[in-house]
C-alpha cells in the first residue's frame, strides 16, 4: 500500500474499537460521534490532498527503496532541497487546518523517520532495537499510518522521581519481560488526537534518575491494543454547535487525552528501548529527534500566527479603527511578529547542518529561537484580538437570529460594520475571532503553543546553558576594555 485516501482512513477508524472514554461513558462509533464527527473529515481532507494534482508533488514523493508513492514526512532529508520538500508538506498541511491542528499525520511521521535516520543510536544498545525502529519506519510509511504519542508522565508529583511515586505503577513502567515482550502498567499524556490515530508511540523528555529503568522505555502499539484505555479531557465544544456560530470550534477540535496502560503486552518488535535509563535520557540530545519535528512545528506555528494576525487585521478593518495610532501599532507589533518567525524558520532550512550520519537538519538556534518567542507572541495575539474586538465580541447573536425573519431589519441595521461590511460578514468574523480569543478551543489553543513541545520555562534555561558552552569568552567586550584599557594608559603630549 502506499499513500492512503481520506476515505481509507475513515474506514481505518471504522474498523477498529479503541476503548476510549469520553464525558464518562465508552465510544463504541467514533466515526459517528459527533465531537469527533468533523475532526475526522478534516483529517481525512489532508490525506486525500496527497492525491490531488495541485498538491501531490509538493507533499509527496516516490520512494527509493520501494518505487511507491509516500508521504514527505518520511523523507530523511539529505540536503536543502529535502528540506523544502519537507517544508512543503508542513506549510499545505498547516494551511489547511490554519496551524490549529499542531499533530496532523506529517508531525509523528517526521519523528519516527528521525528515529530510524538515527538506527545507531538504538544500535549501541542491542542491534534488535535499531532493527525495530527502521523496520517500523517502514511499516508506519508504507501503510501511511497517522500516530499520537505521549512522552510525558502524568502531573502527580513533579518533586519526585516516577520510582517515588505513592503508586510506583502510576507513571508507565515495565511489570515484566515476557517471551511476547513487556508487559507495561501505568500512564502518560497527554496524546493529542489519539482516538483519531491508528497507533501510539511512547518516549520521553530526558528525565530518568537512577531507580528509573522500568519507566526508561520507548515502544509503539496500535491504538485499539488490548488493555490500552484513552481517557479523553472534556471537550471545548460538543460538536452540536453550527460551523455559522463556530466557524473554527466546530472544525478543528484536537482531542488529547491521557493514556492508561493496564498490563498491556508489548511485542519484542514494537521495543525500541527497553528499561535504559542512560538511552532514555539521550534520545534527545544525541539524535536530535526534537530537531525535525521541530521543524513542523515552527512552520505549523507561522501559520498559525499569520493567521491570528490576519484576523486582528481584518476584525479592525471591518469597523473601521484601523485608522488608530494605537490600533495601528498592535497590528504592526503581529506582522512584525510573523515576519521574525518567517525569518527564523528561512534561516534555520538555510543555515541547515549535515550531521556525520548523512541527515540534513534544520540549524537549531533559530528553531529554538521561534520556541521561546512563540509562546509570548501567540498569547499578545489573542491578547490583541481581544482588545481590539472589544464589545463587540460579546454582542454576536447566533446564526439562529439571522434566519429568523421576524429580527432580519434589526440584523442588518444594528449589527453591521463600516460601510461596505454587511452585518452578516461582521458578526462572522467576530464569531471567527471569538473562537480563536474567548472560547475554551482558544484558550487550549493558547495553552498547546506555550506546552506543545515541553516547558518553554526549562527551554529558555537550557537555551541560555547552551549558548554559555558554545560561546564561553566574550570577545566583544574583551576587545573594548583592552582597547580603552591601553588609551588610558597613552600619554597625551602637546
Ligand atoms: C494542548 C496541549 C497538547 C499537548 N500534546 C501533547 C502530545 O500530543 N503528546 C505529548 O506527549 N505531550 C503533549 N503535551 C504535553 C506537553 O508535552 C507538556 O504539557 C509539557 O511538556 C509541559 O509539561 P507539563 O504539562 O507536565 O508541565 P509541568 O512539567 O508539570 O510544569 C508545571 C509548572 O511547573 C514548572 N516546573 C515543573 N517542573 C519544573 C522543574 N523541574 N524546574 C522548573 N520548573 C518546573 C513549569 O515551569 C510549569 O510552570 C501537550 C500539552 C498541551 C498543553
Not at 432580519?408 to 463600516?418: F, L, P, S, W
Request: proline share 5%; charged share 25%.
Amino acid at each position: 500500500m502506499s499513500i492512503r485516501t481520506g476515505e481509507d482512513y475513515i474506514q481505518a477508524i471504522k474498523s477498529r474499537q479503541p476503548e476510549v472514554w469520553l464525558g464518562g461513558r465508552r465510544v463504541t462509533n467514533l466515526a459517528e460521534e459527533p465531537i469527533f464527527k468533523q475532526p475526522i473529515k478534516e483529517l481525512a481532507k489532508l490525506f486525500d490532498m496527497q492525491h490531488d494534482p495541485k498538491y501531490q508533488d509538493k507533499i509527496t514523493h516516490i520512494c527509493e527503496e520501494t518505487g511507491e508513492r509516500v508521504n514527505n514526512a518520511y523523507l530523511n532529508p539529505r540536503n536543502g532541497e529535502d528540506l523544502k520538500a519537507r517544508r512543503e508538506l508542513f506549510e499545505v498541511w498547516s494551511q489547511a487546518t490554519f496551524g490549529l491542528m499542531g499533530r496532523t499525520p506529517d508531525f509523528l511521521g517526521t519523528v519516527v523517520t528521525a528515529m530510524a535516520s538515527n538506527d545507531w543510536f538504538f544500535r549501541q544498545y542491542g542491534d534488535r532495537w535499531g532493527d525495530n525502529i527502521v523496520n517500523y519506519y517502514k511499516y508506519i510509511r508504507d501503510n501511511d499510518l497517522f500516530l499520537t504519542h505521549a512522552i510525558i508522565n502524568p502531573q502527580n508529583d513533579r518533586s519526585k522521581a516516577s520510582n517515588e511515586q505513592v503508586d510506583t505503577y502510576t507513571h508507565l513502567g515495565v511489570v515484566k519481560e515476557t517471551e511476547e515482550g513487556l508487559i507495561v502498567r501505568g500512564s502518560k499524556m497527554l496524546a493529542t488526537l489519539a482516538p483519531l490515530t491508528d497507533e501510539v508511540i511512547i518516549y520521553s523528555y530526558p528525565s530518568f534518575k537512577p531507580g528509573d529503568e522500568k519507566y526508561a522505555i520507548s515502544f509503539a502499539v496500535p491504538i485499539d491494543t488490548p488493555g490500552l484505555r484513552i481517557l479523553c479531557r472534556e471537550e471545548t465544544q460538543n460538536g452540536t454547535r453550527s460551523t455559522w456560530d463556530h466557524p473554527l470550534a466546530s472544525r478543528f477540535e484536537e482531542m488529547d487525552a491521557v493514556l492508561v496502560f493496564n498490563d498491556v503486552l508489548v511485542p519484542w518488535d514494537r521495543v525500541f528501548i527497553n528499561q535504559n535509563v542512560e538511552a532514555g535520557n539521550l534520545l534527545y540530545p544525541k539524535t536530535g529527534i526534537n530537531l525535525q519535528p521541530s521543524h513542523q512545528s515552527a512552520i505549523r506555528g507561522l501559520v498559525k500566527i499569520s493567521f491570528a494576525t490576519e484576523v486582528a487585521c481584518s476584525m479592525a478593518d471591518s469597523i473601521g479603527v484601523d485608522g488608530f495610532l494605537n490600533v495601528q501599532n498592535q497590528l504592526s507589533e503581529l506582522l512584525q511578529g510573523v515576519e521574525t518567525i518567517r525569518a527564523l524558520v528561512r534561516i534555520a532550512e538555510y543555515e541547515y547542518v549535515m550531521t556525520p550520519y548523512g541527515e540534513a537538519i534544520p540549524a537549531i538556534v533559530p528553531l529554538e529561537t521561534v520556541r521561546g518567542i512563540l509562546p509570548k507572541l501567540y498569547p499578545r495575539a489573542i491578547e490583541i484580538l481581544q482588545i481590539i474586538g472589544a464589545g463587540g465580541l460579546l454582542m454576536s447573536p447566533s446564526g439562529a437570529d439571522f434566519a429568523n425573519p421576524e429580527l432580519t431589519e434589526d440584523m442588518h441595521k444594528h449589527y453591521g460594520g463600516r460601510e461596505g461590511v454587511t452585518a452578516d460578514e461582521r458578526v462572522r468574523l467576530f464569531k471567527l475571532a471569538w473562537d480563536l480569543c474567548g472560547e475554551a478551543f482558544g484558550q487550549r489553543l493558547v495553552q498547546y503553543e506555550r506546552y506543545y513541545s515541553g516547558d518553554p520555562i526549562r527551554k529558555m534555561a537550557m537555551f541560555y546553558n547552551t549558548h554559555k558552552r558554545n560561546n564561553p569568552t566574550y570577545p566583544m567586550v574583551e576587545e573594548a576594555l583592552r582597547v580603552s584599557l591601553e588609551l588610558s594608559k597613552e600619554t597625551v603630549t602637546i
